[in-house]
């Protein structure tokens, strides 16, 4: 087992990705906004790829929808609950593997290609240019390809910045290189972070045709650190309806933590 495989079946080996959408309002934007950008781009009915899907909260979704959902994921602890999942839902099927080895999936394979996890844990620039090769390979032209990514800012600020001690002077050191402009990725930060302009920069070669880039969560994750934090239902429709109207705005990228690249295959 490789170093990376190790790093990532410790972090989620307690089953906490499980309800990780649902137990707070970022999480529960997160994947509203997640789910209306497939809605609006994804071709319907079709075959769908997940990759890196964790417990299967789209996956299962999307079956559920009418898809035929191929879920990959690479971690045993997560693994386990994806498969107990496909057990009841006959449109979904449970793989164990890596986004960077898709060769038992043919060219021109899936409508759409959801890469939500991966590039959270990819640190080498050839394995982060792998697995998008990969994920783009197995795409049908013309359809859909949604890869997610992190906010170096937000990790530096969600991270670092928002109790004491605030150890900004590891948060810059782990996330940046010495002129404070190079990001840095390495195995021991488990989540690594990108600049917008940076992960867009991944797909500058590749045969996609660029749709949007998606804030998914906005300003939310900072918000609920308070104490006094308290969110109605009234309130948070209201606060989704602003989000989804303004998600794509690029002034409004930079107060996410999550964020989606949207795009199709030529």
Same mark, same amino acid.
């Given at each position: /087992?490789?170093?990376?495989?190790?790093?990532?079946?410790?972090?989620?080996?307690?089953? =906490?990705?499980?309800?990780?959408?649902?137990?707070?309002?970022?999480?529960?934007?997160?994947?509203?906004?997640?789910?209306?950008?497939?809605?609006?781009?994804?071709?319907?009915?079709?075959?769908?790829?997940?990759?890196?899907?964790?417990?299967?909260?789209?996956?299962?979704?999307?079956?559920?929808?009418?898809?035929?959902?191929?879920?990959?994921?690479?971690? $045993?602890?997560?693994?386990?609950?994806?498969?107990?999942?496909?057990?009841?839902?006959?449109?979904?099927?449970?793989?164990?593997?890596?986004?960077?080895?898709?060769?038992?999936?043919?060219?021109?394979?899936?409508?759409?290609?959801?890469?939500?996890?991966?590039?959270?844990?990819?640190? #080498?620039?050839?394995? /982060?240019?792998?697995?998008?090769?990969?994920?783009? =390979?197995?795409?049908?032209?013309?359809?859909?390809?949604?890869?997610?990514?992190?906010?170096?800012?937000?990790?530096?600020?969600?991270?670092?910045?928002? =109790?004491?001690?605030?150890?900004?002077?590891?948060?810059?050191?782990?996330?940046?290189?010495? $002129?404070?402009?190079?990001?840095?990725?390495?195995?021991?930060?488990?989540?690594?972070?990108?600049?917008?302009?940076?992960?867009?920069?991944?797909?500058?070669?590749?045969?996609?045709?660029?749709?949007?880039?998606?804030?998914?969560?906005?300003?939310?994750?900072?918000?609920?650190?308070?104490? #006094?934090?308290? /969110?109605? #239902?009234?309130?948070?429709?209201?606060?989704?309806?602003?989000?989804?109207?303004?998600?794509? $705005?690029?002034?409004?990228?930079?107060?996410?933590?999550?964020?989606?690249?949207?795009?199709?295959?030529?």
């Amino acid at each position: /087992m490789d170093k990376r495989t190790q790093i990532l079946n410790s972090l989620y080996r307690d089953g =906490r990705e499980e309800t990780r959408l649902g137990r707070s309002r970022h999480g529960q934007l997160e994947y509203l906004t997640t789910m209306d950008c497939i809605d609006r781009y994804a071709p319907y009915p079709g075959a769908v790829l997940e990759l890196g899907a964790g417990t299967g909260t789209y996956s299962l979704a999307l079956a559920r929808e009418g898809y035929r959902v191929t879920a990959l994921e690479l971690t $045993d602890g997560n693994v386990k609950i994806l498969r107990e999942k496909a057990k009841g839902q006959p449109r979904l099927t449970a793989l164990q593997g890596d986004a960077l080895d898709l060769s038992s999936f043919a060219d021109d394979s899936f409508d759409l290609t959801l890469c939500l996890g991966p590039l959270y844990h990819l640190f #080498d620039p050839r394995d /982060m240019d792998r697995a998008l090769t990969e994920a783009i =390979r197995v795409t049908k032209p013309g359809g859909t390809i949604l890869a997610a990514f992190l906010s170096v800012h937000a990790i530096l600020c969600c991270n670092y910045l928002r =109790r004491p001690p605030y150890h900004v002077g590891a948060g810059l050191e782990e996330n940046f290189e010495g $002129d404070l402009k190079t990001v840095r990725h390495f195995p021991e930060q488990g989540f690594t972070g990108f600049t917008v302009e940076g992960f867009e920069a991944l797909f500058a070669d590749k045969p996609v045709s660029h749709i949007a880039t998606v804030s998914t969560d906005g300003p939310l994750e900072l918000a609920e650190d308070r104490a #006094d934090f308290y /969110m109605t #239902d009234e309130d948070f429709r209201l606060f989704s309806a602003y989000h989804l109207a303004h998600c794509r $705005d690029r002034e409004l990228l930079g107060m996410s933590s999550h964020l989606l690249y949207c795009c199709y295959k030529r």
